[in-house]
């Protein structure tokens, strides 16, 4: 059974930093993209970065660049982002997911909650 | 980066009835456009992909249609579980959303 399991969220102070992780299991992790995808309580989702199955490529939303790194750990199976610089409208709960082998997200973890306030 | 529209924002339907909500993107996409639905308190759920195939176990009232920059989904007849938030997402470049369409109950 895929599983997804965030952590590392929590409240930080705007213009500090905070590093999300995502532990994986259930599926051989280093063949497959992932992504890390926010969602303001009640609002949509958006999409805030991706890293290819190797330590490739990665993409991310014009909102974090340069202020987010996507990373992960194949040994370990888990992905990463690290947020720096954050700022109030970083406040959302972020998941974690896996995508598949036709291109779109076919696991969600349940998501971490990240409050940025003073 | 590229743009999704979606439209309505909210769509009100009775039960039985047909729902049929859209998406745009600012630029082509071929067919690389996915439908999710997400209820609250849970993660969104893949009802469709490559513009009109169904994801496993998907009833086969969800239907997808479209291609390059204007997309549809369409549910024939809707059920009491259907309404929720629905959400396209293009993947010919990463990945953007839409910012939703609410199907509520009329």
């Known amino acids: 059974e895929v599983q997804l399991v965030e952590s590392g969220g929590g409240l930080v102070q705007p213009g500090r930093s905070l590093r999300l992780s995502c532990a994986a299991s259930g599926f051989t992790f280093d063949d497959y993209a992932m992504h890390w995808v926010r969602q303001i309580p009640g609002k949509a989702l958006e999409w805030v970065s991706g890293i290819s199955w190797s330590y490739g490529p990665t993409a991310y939303a014009d909102s974090v660049k340069g202020r987010f790194t996507i990373s992960r750990d194949n040994a370990k199976n888990s992905l990463y982002l690290q947020m720096n610089s954050l700022r109030a409208e970083d406040t959302a709960l972020y998941y974690c997911?896996?995508?598949?082998?036709?291109?779109?997200?076919?696991?969600w973890g349940q998501g971490t909650l990240v409050t940025v306030s003073s | 980066e590229i743009v999704m529209t979606q439209s309505p924002a909210t769509l009100s339907v009775s039960p039985g009835e047909r729902a049929t909500l859209s998406c745009r993107a600012s630029?082509?996409?071929?067919?690389?456009l996915a439908w999710y639905q997400q209820k609250p308190g849970q993660a969104p759920r893949l009802l469709i992909y490559g513009a009109s195939t169904r994801a496993t176990g998907i009833p086969a009232r969800f239907s997808g249609s479209g291609s390059g920059t204007e997309f549809t989904l369409t549910i024939s007849s809707l059920q009491s579980e259907d309404f929720a938030v629905y959400y396209c997402q293009q993947y010919n470049n990463w990945y953007t959303f839409g910012q939703g369409t609410k199907l509520e109950i009329k």
């Open positions: 997911a896996k995508e598949g082998r036709v291109g779109v997200v076919s696991y």
């Open positions: 630029q082509s996409v071929s067919s690389n």
